[in-house]
């Protein structure tokens, strides 16, 4: 078992805002691409900040978005889409779309609307 699994999400979250806004994005950007990955409100989210969760247990707790499959590309030269631990996926899948947001990609593009449309028709 990776350490992160046991890690409490609230000891990273800071580090993900710190990231963000040194690049220009919000806490509120943070909130809605992790709304969008792992289906938690505003207040489920912060009940895990407030409770410590660990990630294995707000993975457990989440809703993962149908399309989170849509997440491709490499976080720290791991590609996500061939990490085949299913949390240690859905971690990195975090990790990216903060890294893609750090980046400056628009939020349309974050969220991967219109993704699944496209795939659908190849």
């Not at 289906?39 to 993962?64: I, P």
Request: with cysteine; proline share 3%.
């Amino acid at each position: 078992m990776s350490r992160i699994f046991t890690t409490s999400f609230a000891s990273v979250y800071p580090h993900y805002v710190t990231k963000l806004e040194r690049k220009g994005r919000t806490v509120a950007e943070l909130h809605e691409v992790i709304g969008w990955l792992t289906g938690l409100d505003e207040e489920e989210l912060a009940g895990h900040l407030e409770a410590g969760t660990t990630f294995e247990d707000l993975f457990a707790a989440a809703r993962l978005n149908p399309h989170a499959t849509l997440i491709t590309g490499s976080v720290c030269g791991v590609k996500v889409q061939e990490v085949q631990d299913p949390l240690m996926r859905q971690i990195r899948y975090l990790d990216k779309l903060v890294d893609e947001l750090a980046r400056g990609r628009p939020m349309a593009t974050v969220l991967r609307v219109g993704q699944d449309v496209a795939q659908a028709s190849e």
